[in-house]
């Protein structure tokens, strides 16, 4: 087998092997048959190698080729013969060397390297072979050939040849020169003794081929090793980088899943604590529920007392039921009696009733002679109340037959009842809550107020300016009286509903003073018609029927309707007082419990001044206008005073429709009707002739008695 390193190409890898400076031993050189014309220390062979080995050569192979170096058998020294014998005795290391003559370098300085040349890791048993010194010299050759086998037989000395002379002092006696013999067989003995220690170099060189060649298949094992293993470090790193990046993914989702931990905990202490708020509560509940139950178990001990108490009271409030129910009918037909006794009382008083009422000196106005107005004392004395009216009256035309003014006349005038200028609101509202306690009870009622411009009609309906309580009129109080009555009355049974209207009429028109939006103040055109064909009950068409149950409802009503008068009023003509306003009330009474029905009309109705036009004065187109309005008041008021005399004279024909006024109060006057006329009467003097015209009319109208009146039973 060949060497590679010698510097012929690897016939495995077909590769040139590198050169490589190897430190050589002189006595290798020497051995080998190199030239040694160098320092020995300056020797060294240069050997191609593959890059492999030359890594691991450096390292691992100094120490063992330096010690085979250290073995070789020749010494520089016997070197130093002749060159004759030199030549001759080296001849076949020569013909070797010069076969590796391009492949030895001696002049590389790194040649020491090859003191490391082919050992690995210990295999190399470069050492093991050569342990026995080589020969060094001939002496030294003789222990080696006493252990070989018996080399070429040397000859026997000749004779002629002299004998080899003896030792002396431990060195070979030079032969004398004639003793060629004797040289000649020194010379066989060296050449043998060289050519036994040429077999052990053989020997050793052959050990150490197969070392080399053993250390270059181990490199080549582990070059396939180390690429494996790069191949291995590439995929471990690539498998660490995928871990990388996997580690860092995971990292960023066990942040996450801290994020969300923290939450959750947060989450969990937060339900925790309404764990433990809920806790105490249904503790808390517990104890209450505990309490409950004791509660409970004391309640239904004594629910089972009272349940016997119960049962024995039931019995008692039966039978007292019975008693109750004994008293109510009693009780109704005290109050059918009671009812049928105000009535007959009131018819004692009379259907149709006059009061007078003289308004005060307002402050501005002029004082009345004393003795104007006189209001004499009732049969019983001043404790009576009055219901006597005197006037006097001093007439300038008339005088007496001597010539002499006559002095003044005296009127006297007797009504139902008669308030002097001191009397309150409520004084005269208490007279007339009699009557509107008979509207109540079915009876249909009509209050009039009557009487010149200024005398109080409008204070005594609808009161005085400002709301002052106290100078509350009829409307409001009669009102009151009605809802406190009828509540009075639910406890009965009774079930009472009120319906309002409030018109005036003028100029013989109809117009309704609770309208609003864009009729407010106009007022709209109405007309008075029958409820239904057949019907008795008279409406008003374009009127609004407001159902009202309580005071400030009236009092809105109340408000609605002055502010529709000031909004119709001119300069020239104050209207309310050239107007009949006329408030009407339906009430509607109903006593389930017996099926009883009762329903009745309340007029209060404030009447148009009744004062004269002056003939004398001349007619501008004003007055034209005033006039016609007079004309139409007088009528009307002229109407009413003869339907009230046709009814008191039974007439078979009452005038209702010769005037709107009685058309629209017809239900209120006829029949069974209670009719109370205010004749309201101004204190001044100069008043007095419209206040006499006033007190007589007033004075036909008291004596007129209207038939019996007849509740609106159904
Ligand atoms: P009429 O409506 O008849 O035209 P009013 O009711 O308007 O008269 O009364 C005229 C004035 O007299 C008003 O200022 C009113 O306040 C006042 N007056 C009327 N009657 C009384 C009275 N009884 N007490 C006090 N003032 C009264
Ligand atoms: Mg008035």
Redesign the pocket.
């Known amino acids: 087998m060949k060497l590679p390193f010698f510097g012929e190409t690897d016939s495995d890898s077909c590769k040139p092997h590198l050169i490589m400076p190897v430190k050589v031993s002189p006595d290798i050189v020497t051995h080998l048959g190199i030239k040694s014309s160098l320092a020995e220390n300056q020797w060294s062979v240069i050997i191609q190698r593959s890059p492999l080995l030359e890594v691991k050569g450096n390292v691992e192979l100094k120490r063992p080729l330096a010690k085979a170096a250290s073995r070789l058998p020749l010494s520089g020294r016997r070197l130093k013969r002749g060159p004759d014998q030199m030549e001759e005795a080296l001849e076949p290391e020569k013909k070797r060397t010069r076969g590796l003559g391009t492949r030895v370098s001696t002049t590389h300085p790194r040649a020491a390297a090859l003191s490391s040349a082919p050992q690995t890791q210990g295999q190399t048993t470069v050492p093991k072979a050569p342990r026995k010194p080589a020969p060094r010299c001939s002496t030294a050759v003789a222990p080696v050939l006493k252990t070989q086998k018996p080399g070429p037989v040397v000859p026997a000395q000749k004779p002629g040849t002299t004998a080899a002379p003896p030792m002396v002092g431990g060195k070979k006696p030079k032969r004398p020169a004639w003793d060629l013999k004797g040289q000649l067989c020194d010379l066989n003995a060296e050449l043998k003794c060289c050519r036994e220690k040429k077999q052990v170099l053989d020997q050793e060189n052959q050990q150490l081929r197969d070392q080399l060649q053993e250390a270059q298949q181990q490199a080549l094992a582990l070059g396939a090793e180390r690429r494996s293993l790069e191949e291995e470090l590439t995929r471990v790193r690539a498998q660490a980088e995928q871990g990388q990046r996997e580690l860092g993914n995971l990292s960023a989702h066990v942040l996450e899943l801290e994020e969300r931990l923290g939450t959750q905990e947060g989450l969990v202490q937060e339900l925790q604590k309404e764990q433990l708020r809920l806790q105490e509560e249904r503790t808390g509940l517990a104890a209450r529920l505990g309490e409950q139950e004791r509660r409970l178990q004391t309640s239904e001990a004594s629910l089972s007392d009272s349940q016997e108490e119960v049962a024995s009271l039931r019995q008692e409030a039966a039978a007292r039921e019975a008693v109750l129910a004994e008293r109510e009918d009693r009780l109704h037909g005290l109050e059918m009696e009671r009812r049928r006794l105000h009535n007959q009382l009131q018819e004692l008083k009379g259907n149709i009733r006059v009061f007078c ?1 003289v ?2 000196v ?1 402050p501005g106005e002029s004082t009345p002679s004393p003795g104007f107005l006189q209001f004499p004392s009732g049969p019983c004395g001043p404790s009576d109340p009055p219901t006597r009216l005197s006037l006097s009256r001093s007439d300038e035309r008339r005088g007496t037959l001597s010539g002499a003014p006559a002095g003044p006349t005296r009127h006297d005038f007797s009504f139902d009842r008669v308030f002097p ?1 001191g ?1 309150g ?1 409520d004084e005269v509202f208490e007279e007339i809550s009699m009557l509107v306690q008979s509207a109540l009870d079915g009876y249909p009622v009509c209050i009039f ?1 009557y ?10 309906m609808e009161g ?2 400002g709301g002052d309580p106290q100078m509350e009129g009829l409307i409001p109080r009669a009102l009151r009286h009605l809802f406190s009555v009828a509540q009075e009355l639910s406890g009965q049974g009774w079930t009472y509903s009120f319906v309002a209207s409030y018109v005036e009429i003028y100029n013989e028109t109809v117009r309704d003073l609770l309208a609003t939006g864009t009729r407010k103040g106009q007022g709209g055109e109405c007309e008075i018609r029958r409820a239904g064909p057949g019907s008795e009950e008279l409406t008003v068409t374009n009127a609004r029927y407001v159902p009202v149950s309580c005071e400030r409802e009236v009092e809105a009503l109340l408000h609605l309707a002055r502010q529709n008068r000031a909004v119709a009023r001119t300069a020239q003509n104050e209207r ?2 050239r107007s009949h306003s006329v408030f009407q009330l339906q009430i509607s009474g109903e006593h389930a419990g017996r099926g009883l029905q009762c329903a009745a009309p309340l007029s209060l109705v ?1 009447l148009a ?1 009744s004062e004269r036009l002056d003939p004398g004065l001349a007619l501008g187109p004003g007055e034209r206008e005033r006039l016609r309005e007079t004309q139409a008041i007088n009528s009307s008021l002229s109407t009413l005073g003869l339907v009230i005399m046709a009814l008191s004279n039974k007439e078979s024909h009452v005038p209702y429709r010769n005037s709107k006024l009685t058309y629209l109060l017809q239900n209120s006057l006829g029949g069974s009707a209670k009719m109370l006329m205010f004749v ?1 009467i101004s204190p001044l003097e100069e008043n007095v002739s419209e206040s006499l015209n006033s007190l007589r009319f007033a004075s036909k109208v008291n004596q007129c008695v209207i038939g019996t009146a007849q509740a609106n039973k159904k």
């Open positions: 009422r308004r005060p307002l200028p009397s609101q107020a009487g010149q411009t200024g005398s109080g009609k409008t204070f005594t005085g300016p309310s007082s404030d001044g309201n």
